[in-house]
């Protein structure tokens, strides 16, 4: 079925992001189009390890790091209510797992500096030696230092998460739309007023870009929107035996879990453009970190490797708030490797604005890094 020529808001990217928005939109009665060029979870969503961890990995030290760990700590809150509305709405379930985490220390002085977190966060987070640490993971190397076990902390199974909000969106009367290109935004004067498809024109009063990595290249001509590709590796391997219980991240690398009897090790961090090639050297480094923090690993069966390309931010915090300049245009995009974690959050704040409830967080809103285009207006 063709989407309708005019909505309420028209969402574009077929993300966690832009699905998540369908979702907090459609359950509020607004009349939401979403348009996705490939599939639904297709690009970063889809290769996403679907860890749920702010209290491991906020920079405590910056005030962006504060805002991060604010809203990480508010999704956080939000995911046990929210995969099970999602679930029962939508049919899917997104393997939801309140696993907890171990922040693995290599040696002391990583050792201090997560000792140092647990004293300033509280929020359960226990420091244990090493003999604590192998005592509730076995498969951890023994020469670790210790570990940081930060309880609280969970992990989905992001391409079901995806999923779930697109599905219990549509179940609200949300039309979801893959395989439907959007050409270019649809402009009059200095208003955005719709987008233009190879089926023509669409209309709306609100467009939302969702569209991660590609978000400056569809907003051509308007003010500079900063978000540039990172690339992530990630490979899938057999769970040794027996599995690990958590979450277990040392050093830039994780491994999560997953109830199909595999783990999920992740993920490189290259700036290649848009490039989402696995690579020889991505999979052994990672086979290499995920081995020396289980070593059990290094025998592991292997079972597949993928790649995404992660929307950076120069702060690392996304942009969630209209574009300057340009009526009708709202971006929720950057959300770096944090979009599954910070889809609640989201969601909610584009709902609130497109409900006439203003901002929520001024720390997002695009403002703060753009600058006006010379052809925009």
Not at 2 to 18: N, Q
Not at 144 to 153: C, I, K, N, T
Not at 363 to 368: D, G, H, I, K, V
Request: with cysteine; hydrophobic share 45%; glycine share 12%.
């Amino acid at each position: 079925m063709a989407p309708p020529r005019t909505s309420d808001v028209l969402v574009v990217g077929g993300g966690v992001i832009g699905c998540a928005v369908a979702w907090f939109l459609a359950r509020e009665g607004v009349a939401v189009t979403l348009l996705e060029r490939g599939e639904i979870a297709g690009q970063a969503s889809g290769a996403a390890a679907g860890m749920l961890a702010p209290l491991a990995e906020a920079d405590l030290g910056t005030p962006t790091g504060r805002v991060f760990l604010r809203w990480g700590r508010h999704s956080l809150e939000r995911f046990p209510g929210l995969v099970e509305e999602l679930g029962e709405s939508s049919g899917v379930d997104p393997e939801f797992r309140p696993s907890g985490l171990l922040r693995v220390a290599g040696d002391e002085a990583a050792a201090a500096v997560l000792r140092e977190r647990a004293a300033a966060l509280g929020e359960g987070l226990v420091w244990l030696d090493r003999e604590e640490a192998r005592l509730l993971e076995p498969q951890l190397s023994p020469e670790v230092a210790g570990a940081l076990h930060s309880p609280r902390e969970c992990h989905v199974r992001s391409p079901l998460l995806v999923r779930a909000y697109a599905q219990a969106a549509a179940r609200h009367g949300a039309h979801i739309e893959a395989g439907a290109p959007v050409m270019a935004l649809a402009r009059e004067r200095a208003r955005v007023v719709g987008v233009e498809t190879p089926a023509g024109r669409l209309t709306a009063e609100h467009v939302v870009l969702c569209t991660g990595s590609w978000t400056p290249s569809l907003a051509a001509g308007l003010p500079e929107l900063p978000v540039a590709p990172v690339r992530g590796q990630i490979v899938s391997l057999d769970a040794p035996d027996p599995p690990p219980a958590r979450i277990l991240w040392g050093g830039s690398t994780y491994v999560v879990p997953k109830p199909d009897g595999s783990v999920v090790v992740g993920a490189t961090e290259e700036h290649v453009g848009f490039d989402r090639r696995v690579t020889a050297e991505g999979v052994r480094s990672l086979l290499a970190e995920a081995a020396r923090w289980v070593p059990a690993l290094a025998d592991a069966s292997f079972r597949s490797a993928w790649a995404g390309l992660r929307p950076e931010t120069p702060d690392h915090l996304p942009l969630v708030g209209p574009v300057p300049t340009v009526d009708g245009l709202l971006v929720a995009a950057g959300h770096f490797r944090n979009g599954v974690l910070l889809s609640p959050a989201t969601g909610e704040i584009v709902r609130d604005a497109v409900l006439g409830k203003g901002w929520a967080e001024p720390a997002f809103l695009p403002e703060r890094w753009m600058r006006p285009s010379p052809s925009a207006g």
